[in-house]
């Protein structure tokens, strides 16, 4: 059973206030908490190292799978391994996350490597929220990674989203795209304090007519530091198009270093960088209706990262 803490962190990183329906597997602090499976979607426990297996069969359509993860205990640090095999002509969601409470004087590190193996023609919604709390003094430490393997005219769509309280994260993601596959990442972080993000996104379009939309807005605050990074190799005909759009504030560093790799003469590869402070025009706009600048920024800054 979960604790009142755990709850609310998983409220916080999967939407949820009770058991989901479907098929769903929740770690709290190591180990499993609570699993479910269904007649399309199969949960399996490794047995060479921590993490799961999860299949699922082809033809499976409107289906969901959870798999957060909780960790309310100070000074833990654990390396997670979970597969993902997606048979062909599926069309299915999959919510991830992590979330820690860290109330001591020890970091808290969860790592994870999540593999996907995306089936012909199938689609894939990928949501991954992180978030950290506690009064600690104790670190929370978030280093996930994701590699997508998919084949040909498959479609999957990734939502990363980090708002609010992660000391430290490398988020590291490779995939590898086969004829007609897409593949849609949309990134919003916010850091603070002394906060350091680092985004890196690695795609190879391998197959004919192959690509990838790489979006990421980012807010860093007081002396945090945010970097992104985003290589997209063009290896056939194909379109590949990457943009990093953050707002900088108080005494914070961003730092984006977009990189385009064209190895076919039919390769379309685009980038777009963008970094700047909240335009005055519109913190004098909001404040004559009658907001402070506090709450003016706040407003800008809710609306930059919905």
Known sequence: MLDEIQKRLLEEVADLHD???GAYNIRANGAMAARNTTANIDIISKTDKSGIDIRIKDGTKKQSVHIPVVMSQSGMKEMVYNDFYIGEDCDVTIIAGCGIHNSGSNDS???G?????VGKNSKVKYVEKHYGAGEGTGK??????TEVYQQENSYMEMEMVQIKGVDSTYRMNKAELADGATLIVHERLMTHGNQNAVSDYQVELNGKNASTDIISRSVARDTSTQKFEACIKGNNVCHGHAECDAIIMDKA???AVPQLDANNVDAELVHEA????IAGEQLIKLMTLGLTETEAEEWIINGFLK
């Open 109 to 111: 590190e969860h790592d």
């Open 140 to 145: 929370r430490i978030l280093n996930p990674g």
């Open 274 to 277: 963008a970094i700047g402070k």
């Open 19 to 21: 058991v989901p329906e």
């Open 113 to 117: 490597i999540h593999r996907f193996y």
């Open 253 to 255: 560093r961003v730092i």
